[in-house]
């Protein structure tokens, strides 16, 4: 059952530390999206890539974030340094980059704290 | 800039009760998109709308959209305890599948 993995699942971390999450999209999906879910703001696009190249970041503080894709099995979305405003459930998302009734498949989620 | 709206953001309801969750956007868009989150899981894709008029349904839900007026509707017939969860209209402002804007999300409770 073909589907996003996520890891880690659950992360604290302090202040100032760095954090790095990673995602495996589906296995022939060609775009991927990470999401940012707090209650204050709802879900919010943070990047997104088609064929592993980044096509927009601009929903995510580029001080400190990072998003990249090392090859088409990985995609990582670095903090350095956290902030406690940080604290959130970020998702990552895959499709398969262009057919009109493509669905976007929704990983388990990251629930980062950062105290 | 792009808004979507969802509302009742909060609804009640009791089992074997029919209702309707709205979703009104703010720009030319020609993909919509529905989603189901049950607490502490990930998002489930329940419908992909990609024309005006179009009408899908599984089970209890129906998803319908009206492009000229920017809305989408989510009508729930029936409900029964399952469908309780909070459901997301997402608009896709690229149309190649990019850029979703998500609404705030509608949170359904259904008691017995």
């Known amino acids: 059952d073909a589907r996003v993995t996520q890891t880690p699942r659950h992360k604290v971390t302090e202040m100032g530390q760095e954090v790095t999450m990673r995602c495996q999209p589906i296995?022939?999906?060609?775009?991927v999206f990470w999401y940012r879910q707090t209650m204050m703001q709802g879900l919010e696009l943070l990047a997104y890539?088609?064929?592993?190249?980044?096509?927009?970041d601009s929903g995510m503080p580029k001080d400190r974030f990072s998003a990249e894709m090392p090859d088409a099995t990985l995609a990582t979305l670095k903090i350095q340094p956290s902030e406690p405003r940080d604290s959130a459930v970020y998702f990552c998302?895959?499709?398969?980059?262009?057919?009109?009734?493509?669905?976007?498949?929704f990983g388990s989620g990251t629930q980062l704290s950062v105290l | 800039e792009l808004k979507v709206e969802q509302n009742p953001l909060f609804l009640s309801m009791q089992e074997g009760k029919n209702y309707t969750i709205y979703c009104n956007y703010s720009?030319?868009?020609?993909?919509l998109y529905w989603y189901r989150q049950d607490p502490g899981k990930s998002l489930e894709s329940l419908f992909v709308?990609?024309?005006?008029?179009a009408v899908k349904q599984e089970g209890r839900l129906m998803a319908s959209l009206d492009t000229k007026a920017r809305l989408s509707t989510l009508h729930i017939t029936a409900a029964v305890h399952d469908l309780s969860a909070t459901y997301f209209c997402?608009?896709?402002?690229?149309?190649?599948?990019?850029?979703?804007?998500f609404g705030k999300g509608t949170k359904l409770s259904v008691k017995p």
């Open positions: 998302a895959s499709g398969g980059g262009g057919r009109r009734n493509e669905k976007l498949f």
């Open positions: 296995l022939g999906h060609n775009t």
């Open positions: 890539f088609r064929n592993r190249a980044p096509l927009d």
């Open positions: 720009t030319t868009s020609d993909r």
């Open positions: 709308l990609l024309s005006n008029g």
């Open positions: 997402a608009v896709d402002i690229t149309g190649s599948q990019g850029n979703l804007i």
